[in-house]
């Protein structure tokens, strides 16, 4: 199970903590209906009307992940305030001890009420189980001491409720910001890293044959250093669009752009445009650059051409990346002739949890399309 | 013959091109210019520089005295997309409109918005600086028969404009322009989408005059003046 925000942690104890309370008292209810009033039909649906309220409220809370305030109030109405009354009516409850469990029950709605409703709106919950059950035990002539003991223990479960809401609140939220803090610190980190491995890059490339054209030795217009320099233009120009477009999210983007140069330094030269990339975990990345690395070889090799194409976009969340060239083409019913492309890329996507899709159609080139997830 | 002009604030490339264009017939590069405000004569500031740029471009033989007849004349303008004076690429390509050419956008890196933000203010195409000479003319000479010139870079472009009021487009538009922007030629992309290669640059046209015309709504009196004049409809 996914253990959420802080926050959503803070709620899904509140909630157990608050059904447990909930729980032992309707077992103090069964008991006593069991012990003292099995033959009272009565009791019976009284028992059953707290326990279906219970389901409503603690069922709808877990299923939601929170309480919703409508059944809230519906169960400070029924199994608080009605309750009471419907067992000293119609369930023959006439003295103190034979109408204590339905109190009891009732008075664990003001502990979710405190928590759930606002702060008006929680008073007045609150003060409305107190004055009924006041009211409820002077019906039954109970003494001062049980009323007000009674009393108490309803004020100060929904206070008692409400403190520990306050403190793991704020303990939740601060563990957000702090988890927030600490994943933006990472993001700083892998940018600057990223940073580094293009100054490195640079230097090995764009900086040396630049110098070497400025020192005179070279003929800058011999093939060799004019498909050099268009190669760093490439990577150059690349380098400018990715820090005007890429968002955050560095890891694919890193792992695409070395699955590049590695190919260029081949001979190749790529096209590559990067959308807003997701962000995926780094073995993802790693996996589906190699599955790129794959493509543009086989461009390199089979297709007959020294241009290919790369996108890398997001769709609906999900990472696709596609490897197009203009080539020869192939026959893809046909896996021979080095092809082992398809069950290579499609062993690697299928090992992440990914998918491959290779299109191809003699005389029009190749279409290899990654996506993460499947 | 098709006469172009091209504005670009660098040098190498103006030089690159002009030595370029002297080998292709059908294209003729009648002016060169470092702004915009250069190549319609409205620099009065730097006159004696835009006359030498003029000059340096009108190197293939122009007899002199025909500048001026020339400035109305160009059927493209091959325009920048970042210029160093600082002026916005709509503005720019909204006065050359006006001016009554048509417009094709080249720069160094494919920035989207800026390409999005080019289309709707009117230009017919773009193209990265380094496409190779035959894409170059042949882009020239769709966009100077009124077709686009379309390039996996526009493409891309526009299938990942993420702007809210971005214009709406058909799935099937969506995918052909997605297949284009992946590099598929546009037959292989025709293929893919079950449709024919003509049918293919229909859809890649239509989803450039979307966003030409979600650039230039006409609300006021004043708006519909401002867009005859644009569109040339005045007398003039």
Same mark, same amino acid.
């Given at each position: ?374 | ?31 060169? %210019? @470092?702004?915009?405000?250069? &190549?319609?004569?409205?620099?009065? *500031? =730097?006159? $004696?520089?835009?006359? /030498? #740029?003029? !000059? +340096? ?40 409109? %006006? @001016?009554?050419?048509?417009? &094709?956008?080249?720069?160094?890196? *494919? =920035?989207? $918005?800026?390409?999005? /933000? #080019?289309? !709707? +203010? ?46 709406? &487009? ?67």
């Amino acid at each position: 199970m996914k253990l959420g925000s802080g926050l959503q942690r803070a709620q899904a104890f509140l909630i157990v903590a608050t059904a447990l309370y909930r729980a032992s008292h309707l077992m103090v209810g069964l008991v006593a209906v069991v012990q003292h009033h099995r033959h009272r039909p009565v009791s019976w649906a009284v028992l059953a009307v707290a326990v279906a309220c219970s389901v409503l409220v603690y069922g709808t809370a877990r299923a939601r992940g929170w309480f919703n305030g409508r059944t809230v109030w519906a169960d400070v109405l029924v199994t608080g305030c009605a309750l009471p009354f419907a067992a000293y009516l119609w369930g023959g409850a006439h003295e103190a001890p034979a109408i204590a469990w339905v109190m009891v029950l009732g008075g664990s709605s003001s502990a979710p009420a405190a928590v759930v409703l606002d702060r008006a709106q929680a008073v007045l919950a609150v003060a409305l189980v107190a004055v009924t059950h006041a009211l409820g035990y002077s019906l039954v002539g109970a003494a001062m001491a049980v009323t007000a003991g009674h009393l108490n223990s309803v004020v100060s479960s929904a206070v008692l409720g409400w403190v520990f809401w306050w403190y793991l609140r704020r303990q939740g939220t601060l563990l957000d910001t702090a988890n927030e803090k600490a994943k933006e610190a990472e993001a700083q980190r892998a940018r600057y890293a990223e940073r580094i491995v293009h100054h490195r890059a640079l230097h090995d490339t764009v900086l040396a044959t630049l110098t070497a054209i400025a020192g005179g030795g070279v003929d800058a217009n011999s093939e060799q250093v004019r498909s050099r320099c268009a190669r760093e233009a490439a990577y150059l120009r690349r380098l400018i669009q990715q820090s005007a477009d890429a968002e955050a999210y560095p890891e694919a983007g890193a792992a695409l752009e070395e699955a590049v140069r590695a190919a260029e330094c081949l001979g190749l030269s790529v096209s590559a445009q990067y959308g807003e990339v997701p962000s995926v975990p780094p073995e993802v990345a790693a996996e589906v650059a190699a599955a790129v690395t794959e493509a543009l070889n086989n461009v390199l090799r089979h297709a007959g051409t020294g241009r290919a194409y790369l996108t890398a976009t997001g769709r609906d969340g999900r990472l696709v990346v596609t490897v197009v060239d203009r080539g020869k083409g192939f026959d893809p019913e046909l896996v021979t002739g080095g092809l082992g492309l398809r069950s290579s890329v499609h062993q690697r996507m299928r090992g992440i949890g990914g998918a491959a899709a290779v299109e191809s159609v003699p005389g029009e080139g190749a279409r290899v399309e990654l996506s993460w997830p499947a | 013959m098709i006469t172009i002009a091209v504005v670009d604030d660098d040098r190498m490339l103006l030089e690159g091109l002009r030595s370029w264009m002297l080998d292709v017939p059908e294209v003729r590069l009648a002016a060169a %210019a @470092a702004t915009v405000d250069e &190549l319609l004569g409205q620099d009065t *500031a =730097d006159a $004696g520089g835009a006359g /030498a #740029a003029r !000059a +340096a471009a009108d190197g293939a033989g122009t007899a002199d005295g025909e500048g001026e007849r020339e400035r109305d004349a160009f059927d493209v303008v091959l325009l920048d997309l970042v210029l160093r004076d600082g002026s916005q690429p709509p503005e720019n390509i909204r006065r050359l409109r %006006a @001016a009554g050419s048509r417009v &094709l956008i080249i720069s160094t890196v *494919a =920035d989207r $918005g800026r390409i999005v /933000a #080019a289309i !709707a +203010a009117g230009a017919d195409g773009y193209l990265t600086k380094d496409h190779d000479l035959d894409t170059l003319v042949t882009a020239l000479q769709d966009v100077a028969a009124g077709r686009s010139a379309h390039s996996p870079e526009l493409a891309f472009a526009l299938a990942h404009d993420q702007r809210p009021d971005r214009p709406r &487009l058909s799935p099937k538009e969506l995918q052909v322009l997605l297949d284009y922007a992946s590099g598929l030629t546009l037959k292989s992309t025709a293929r893919r989408a079950g449709i024919t290669p003509n049918t293919a640059k229909y859809y890649l046209d239509r989803v450039k005059d979307k966003y030409q015309q979600a650039g230039r709504p006409a609300y006021t009196k004043i708006d519909l003046a401002l867009r005859v004049r644009e569109d040339g409809l005045d007398a003039s």
